[in-house]
């Protein structure tokens, strides 16, 4: 819930040119930055082969590296997750 509280000026309150200009960008910024991050982050784990946990601003790649195999798939997955 957002509160907007006029910011007067000078002179008579009924006139509207003598009030501050409001600014909702950062009403926007609050709103938008979160679902964009949830956009961004979602898409992280497309094209994996190993586990991708995600917990708000923690990421852990996981994988079992008991042979050449499994190192090269993490190997891969690491390339992936730095472009």
Do not use: C, H, W
């Not at 994988?63 to 472009?83: I, P, T, Y």
Request: net charge neutral.
């Amino acid at each position: 819930m957002v509160n907007i509280v006029p910011i007067f000026k000078k002179d008579k309150k009924k006139d509207p040119g003598n009030y501050r200009p409001v600014s909702l960008i950062l009403v926007l910024n609050s709103i938008l930055g979160p679902v964009l991050f949830n956009v961004f982050i979602n898409e992280l784990d497309t094209g994996l082969e190993e586990t991708l946990s995600k917990f708000a601003d923690d990421t852990k790649l996981a994988g079992a590296v008991d042979s050449f195999n499994g190192r090269e798939a993490l190997q891969r997955d690491l390339n992936k997750l730095e472009r």
